[in-house]
């Protein structure tokens, strides 16, 4: 006689089928340093790109306003890549200030 059997669980247990057995979390996988390069390069490339942007954006020539709004926006866009390049560089300190 088994100890289930003698501990007279062996119902319990069938009626039990909705139990979930625990299961420990997969460790994430750690980054790749190559990832981080990766994306701190096409972040620089795109600050390059916003840059020559807002320069012929400013000489294009349309209404003023139209112009400043751009400009200010493209602006902004450059100013959100240099945060993420920021964010990237300082890791957990970074935007804490």
Do not use: K, Y
């Not at 088994?2 to 299961?23: C, E, H, I, K, Q």
């Not at 620089?44 to 320069?55: N, S, Y």
Request: hydrophobic share 45%; net charge negative.
């Amino acid at each position: 006689m088994d100890l289930v059997s003698r501990l007279g669980l062996s119902d319990t247990l069938s009626d039990m089928s909705n139990v979930v057995p625990f299961a420990r979390p997969r460790a994430a996988p750690a980054p790749q340093i190559s990832d981080v390069v990766a994306v701190a390069d096409d972040l620089f490339a795109a600050l390059e790109l916003l840059q020559g942007v807002t320069e012929r954006a400013a000489a294009m020539g349309r209404p003023r306003r139209e112009m400043e709004h751009t400009v200010r926006n493209l602006r902004e866009a450059v100013s959100a890549v240099e945060r993420a390049l920021d964010c990237i560089g300082e890791g957990d300190e970074a935007g804490q200030g």
